[in-house]
């Protein structure tokens, strides 16, 4: 049985989802207009560093922290703001921007190029 390939899946999201330039990000952010959330694990947090004032939410509970019948929902995720999220290549972002549209979330995108492009761009990083 042949499987699809991740990057098809990724691919498909990214042609089905809204992404931001880091430069929208960042002026949505900095406007109060947008929560930034960073998908990645810790140990990626611990050893990058952390996009500023974004709000963590481990790529496995994603789903169970946005969904407000979830026994683990965040009231964090409960905005009437953009959900902007981004992982470290935009890759994991991408799909869980669309299993975030799947269950009907409205005003969701992620950030392109994900951190390992904000840090290249020599953008703001917290320790």
């Known amino acids: 049985m042949a499987i699809t390939p991740v990057k098809d899946l990724v691919m498909q ?12 990000t960042w002026r949505l952010a900095q406007a109060g207009e947008a929560l930034v959330v960073d998908i990645r694990d810790p140990r990626e947090l611990e050893r ?3 996009f500023p004032g974004a709000y963590r939410a481990p790529r496995g509970m994603l789903e169970f922290w946005f969904d407000p019948a979830s026994p683990y929902h ?6 009437d703001k953009k959900i902007v999220l981004f992982c470290a290549g935009a890759w ?3 799909l ?3 299993a975030l549209q ?14 390992k492009a904000w840090k290249e761009d020599g953008r703001p990083v917290e320790a």
């Not at 999201?13 to 929208?24: C, M, P, Y």
């Not at 799947?102 to 951190?115: Q, Y």
């Open 13 to 24: 999201a990214k042609a089905e989802i809204e992404t931001l330039s880091r430069d929208e």
């Open 92 to 94: 994991r972002s991408s």
């Open 74 to 79: 965040k009231e964090a995720l409960a905005t």
């Open 96 to 98: 869980a921007a669309k």
């Open 102 to 115: 799947d269950m009907g979330a409205e005003n969701i995108a992620e950030m392109e190029g994900g951190f």
């Open 48 to 50: 990058e560093g952390r």
